[in-house]
């Protein structure tokens, strides 16, 4: 393997930077709409406790959404450095969702955050309520339209290819954003950063929870936590079972990819393996825990349904593309440990952010006939970065298991990369966005805990009349 492979080096680069973009992007997702939520309450009930926990959970989205903003500039600039082949193939299909996220994230987006941040004392008080759901709700766009765009990559549509065959070309923007791939995988994906946010909340108030601080305005967020995973993880799965029957009828080798399933099956053939020892191929498997009949259920609803195996997808797309076959040596399958075992790490992890959250909800519970043992608060925080990591490699799976496209039968991966630039540039950058980025991580990662343990504005003593902003000096612009 070389090293200093010019395709090797950019497919890292974009990866990592990719997932280091993805830390934020469910947060600011997420907690945009918890904070709209919580000001909502102290909008309705004039219960100053809301109002602290809007503040307070409010710094946390701002800090994650700047870092964010500022992580994810460099996904553009990397399309002009090391993907120059595929920039000029996807471009006239891309520029327009593109400009219009731009529009949603830099100016609509960013400017109704803006007038949340310094409208406390400025603005009427319904008017600034409005703000951050706006915000929020252009937030939702803008994630909608970049999933839109992930899903020419996954699905083609609504484009022509040029005469000379040098590019693809819109001509149906409505087929574009309305995509069978976006329309199932955006909803996957906002309940997926639902998962992490309430993931955060519920982390943050265990840690008050367990040294008996903020107990009056945790406990509430804490139950909205708890509540908040089992509810987002139900629309996960959901709209995951709609994203799997969509996958299977336009990308059917990655669910064969999913489950490592060389041959075609049927019915109780078709069977899901939660655990493997060795290849789960039925060649070299040495030990493997399987549930008849559930691949077939997952893939098509049906239990006698049948399922496309790696070989037979393989052979039926050597015979479609012999020119690309010859590229890739007649293999148009991902690397299979990866989509395997990723598949099952975000299924196990967010079954296992939920349970945690059902266990949670039953400690806590009103009639509960003793204290909650302090390692269940240390456990409970551990919520946070499991949601995360499912959600991360729910990513990996997404995109490894396209491979070797990066526009699914339109273009290869190895066709994308810039012809021009050689590796050694190439690594030059990639060492410097990862030392960069592991700095900024440091720097979040404090930023968000030294929040976190600072925790809300204590509340105003019994009979006191400030319950809510009176002065520029007691709103949150000082603190922002």
């Known amino acids: 393997m070389d090293l200093l492979d010019p395709l090797l080096l950019a497919r890292w680069q974009f990866g990592l930077t990719t ?55 460099v996904q553009e600039f990397q399309f002009g450095m090391n993907w120059s082949s595929y920039s000029r193939f996807v471009g006239d299909v891309f520029g327009a969702p593109l400009a219009f996220e731009g529009l949603m994230a830099f100016f609509f987006e960013a400017t109704f955050i803006g007038l949340w941040i310094f409208g406390w004392d400025k603005l009427p008080k319904g008017l600034h309520l409005a703000s951050i759901w706006i915000a929020s709700i252009g937030a939702l766009l803008s994630a909608y339209i970049i999933i839109a765009a992930n899903a020419f990559m996954q699905n083609p549509v609504g484009y022509q290819m040029a005469e000379d065959g040098s590019r693809a070309e819109m001509n149906d923007f409505l087929a574009v954003v309305t995509n069978p791939i976006a329309l199932a995988a955006f909803p996957h994906t906002i309940f997926a950063a639902f998962m992490f946010s309430s993931g955060v909340v519920i982390a943050a108030a265990a840690w008050h929870m367990a040294r008996k601080r903020n107990i009056e305005m945790m406990r509430p967020a804490l139950k909205f936590g708890l509540w908040g995973m089992i509810i987002a993880f139900a629309g996960t799965f959901l709209a995951g079972d709609q994203l799997g029957l969509v996958m299977v009828s336009t990308q059917p080798m990655k669910m064969a990819a999913a489950e490592a399933l060389y041959n075609s099956a049927c019915g109780a053939n078709a069977s899901f393996s939660i655990f493997s020892i060795g290849t789960p191929d039925g060649t070299g498997e040495i030990w493997s825990i399987r549930v008849p009949y559930l691949l077939s259920l997952l893939s098509t609803h049906t239990l006698d349904g049948c399922v496309e195996g790696i070989n037979d997808l393989n052979a039926q797309y050597a015979a479609q593309w012999p020119d690309l076959a010859a590229q890739v040596d ?70 490894m298991g396209r491979q070797p496209w990066i526009v699914f039968s339109l273009m290869l991966t190895e066709d994308g990369v ?36 600072k925790g809300p504005d204590p509340l105003p003593e019994p009979g006191s009349t400030d319950a809510e902003p009176t002065s520029r000096e007691d709103t949150p612009t000082t603190v922002y």
């Open 19 to 73: 997932l280091y973009h993805f830390l934020f992007v469910p947060l600011t997702l997420g907690m945009s709409v918890t904070v709209a939520i919580f000001q909502t309450v102290w909008y309705r009930t004039g219960d100053v406790k809301w109002l602290h926990l809007t503040r307070f959970f409010g710094k946390i989205f701002l800090i994650n959404f700047a870092m964010g903003v500022v992580t994810g500039i």
């Open 330 to 399: 007649g293999v148009f399958n991902p690397v299979l440990w990866i989509t395997y075992w990723s598949f099952r790490w975000m299924m196990g992890l967010g079954f296992l952010a939920t349970f945690i959250a059902i266990v949670g909800l039953w400690l806590t519970r009103k009639n509960a006939k003793r204290d909650v043992p302090r390692w269940a608060w240390s456990v409970a925080i551990w919520t946070a970065p499991i949601a995360l990591v499912a959600s991360l490699v729910g990513w990996v799976f997404t995109e």
């Open 418 to 453: 810039s012809p021009s630039v050689p590796g050694w540039s190439v690594l030059i950058s990639l060492v410097a966005f990862t030392a960069i980025y592991a700095s900024l991580a440091v720097v979040e990662f404090g930023l968000i805990l030294k929040t976190v343990h």
